[in-house]
């Protein structure tokens, strides 16, 4: 072979090489990112059913006050279905350990988009539904 070509074939060779230990650094860091998203989303998720799990004493105590036969702990639009979903699968297994009961149930109300009545659209909102214990005291 000539000289030139098999100088062209060695820095070709050595050019695959990094382009593939870059693409391969790429992916680990894309890799990382994801994780880190995820974690975050987990955080935040876990973060606010801290916080609706915080505040089912004094919904409950309100709804009894107020002779409610239920209560929604949680109300997400169809939009943030996947939210929903994980806020209220980190949140029944309390419900159940304080030994009430409880529903998924959904509305569909309209939502304005400005000022003017004739704008918006109709959205489907998402509840957890608390029921209200009997008093048989």
């Excluded at 919904?59 to 209560?71: H, Q």
């Excluded at 994980?86 to 149930?105: C, D, N, R, S």
């Amino acid at each position: 072979m000539d000289k030139i070509v098999k100088d062209a074939l060695l820095k070709g060779k050595i050019l695959r090489e990094e382009l593939d230990k870059k693409a391969a650094e790429e992916a680990l860091e894309c890799e990382r990112q994801k994780k880190i998203k995820e974690d975050e989303w987990q955080n935040a998720l876990q973060d606010a059913a801290n916080r609706y799990i915080s505040r089912i004493p004094e919904l409950l105590t309100t709804a009894i006050g107020e002779r409610k036969s239920s209560f929604k702990l949680v109300t997400c639009d169809s939009d943030r279905g996947q939210w929903f979903n994980g806020l209220v699968a980190l949140i029944e297994p309390h419900l159940k350990q304080m030994e009430l009961q409880f529903e998924h149930t959904s509305t569909t109300d309209y939502v304005y988009t400005s000022f003017d009545p004739d704008t918006g659209y109709d959205a489907t909102l998402y509840h957890l539904e608390v029921k209200v214990p009997d008093d048989n005291d």
